[in-house]
């Protein structure tokens, strides 16, 4: 299995709502990230996991919260979300932190805030 | 910090024409070089990637790419594009540390 999967692709929700994008990866891949993409702009950097523990966080505001539950996980939590989070959630997995890994990236969940 | 920049923001060429992206990096000391596509509506695919060795790259879709060290280039290149090579382009470099740094992209648009 060489993909990240990501769950839901397709997400409307309400500034009210609490919310969870999902990831996973069986490729053994320590290191995992979320990145946020705009339309026609490069993907952002907003947390990174290193063995199931976070390692970075991009002065991502609060009412994003990730989650590494395991080795294979890693979660989004969303709640009292702006419009103008709406955006390509884009996860991905890497062997390692740091220079010599490859990353692969997931297909993304498309969020749309209400 | 390690910055990328991608010369063309927008290229837009015909069937069968060569198309070369450049792509600087700021960073002076070793990094991982990575090129993206991203087709309309759809996720990131590796095109190719360097860590060391040769510093001609050859990748997916008949695309390759050059690491100039002196001139900290990375520039992506193709001989004839084809109407299905239109998508937006990402040159990303990993210096060592947690960050994959993505350049601001080129869309290319290729007219049949």
């Known amino acids: 299995d060489t993909e990240v999967t990501q769950t839901p692709k397709h997400l409307v929700m309400g500034m009210t709502n609490k919310k969870s994008l999902k990831c996973e990866q069986h490729m053994g891949h320590r290191a995992m990230y979320w990145y946020k993409q705009k339309a026609k702009k490069p993907p952002e950097l907003m947390f990174v996991?290193?063995?199931?523990?976070?390692?970075i966080n991009e002065s991502v505001p609060s009412r994003f919260s990730p989650e590494c539950p395991n080795s294979s996980l890693l979660n989004l939590h969303l709640h009292a979300l702006q419009p103008e989070d709406s955006a390509l959630y884009l996860c991905a997995s890497s062997q390692g932190q740091g220079r010599g890994y490859g990353y692969t990236f997931g297909s993304g969940t498309r969020l749309t805030v209400v | 910090a390690q910055s990328v920049s991608q010369h063309n923001h927008h290229v837009i060429l015909s069937e069968a024409a060569s198309l070369e992206l450049g792509c600087n990096y700021s960073y002076g000391g070793t990094v991982n070089l990575f090129w993206y596509v991203q087709y309309p509506g759809q996720h990131l695919q590796l095109l190719l990637k360097y860590f060391s060795g040769d510093p001609l790259v050859k990748g997916i879709k008949g695309f390759e790419a050059e690491f100039i060290k002196s001139k900290f280039s990375f520039n992506l290149r193709k001989p004839s594009v084809q109407w299905s090579d239109t998508a937006e382009y990402f040159c990303?470099?990993?210096?060592?540390?947690?960050?994959?740094?993505f350049g601001a992209g080129t869309t290319v648009t290729v007219r049949a």
């Open positions: 990303a470099v990993n210096a060592g540390d947690y960050k994959l740094s």
């Open positions: 996991y290193s063995y199931e523990k976070l390692s």
